[in-house]
């Protein structure tokens, strides 16, 4: 069995800052690419960031400059630190991984089950 958990959600201000972390435990044989999504009421889930095993990084154009999206691969862990938050990132924020499962010979997609980011004076 193979969980993702977010942490660090909550209620902050506008131009204020929030680290949200993901683990991901249980039967881990390798972990691919992992990231962040998030969706706004109304709307589709959307890409925020992402990261390859071997660091390489994408962003959404709306976060570029403000998010960062980094891992600790012997922790399986990843982690977004967002800065400058605006009321348009409220959302709730799910962490997503391709995971390869002991005694499977592919990878697998894993969500976690979100946490709120709230971004209002």
């Known amino acids: 069995q193979v969980r993702l958990v977010e942490s660090g959600g909550g209620l902050v201000q506008p ?3 929030l680290r ?4 991901a ?12 999504y998030r969706q706004a009421p109304g709307k589709q889930r959307e890409l925020v960031a ?12 709306s ?3 403000r998010f960062t ?16 938050l605006k009321p348009e990132d409220t959302a709730v924020y799910y962490c997503n991984a391709a995971i390869q499962p002991y005694g499977m010979g ?4 894993y969500w976690g089950q979100g946490t709120q980011v709230t971004v209002s004076s």
Do not use: E, H, P
């Open 25 to 36: 435990s249980g039967s881990i044989f390798s972990i691919n690419a992992m990231g962040w």
């Open 15 to 17: 131009g204020g800052s």
């Open 106 to 109: 592919y990878d697998r997609d």
């Open 63 to 65: 976060v570029k400059g």
């Open 20 to 23: 949200l972390s993901c683990v």
């Open 69 to 84: 999206i980094s891992r600790d691969n012997a922790k399986n862990l990843v982690y977004l630190q967002m800065n400058s």
């Open 50 to 61: 992402a990261i390859a095993k071997g660091g390489y990084t994408d962003y959404a154009d």
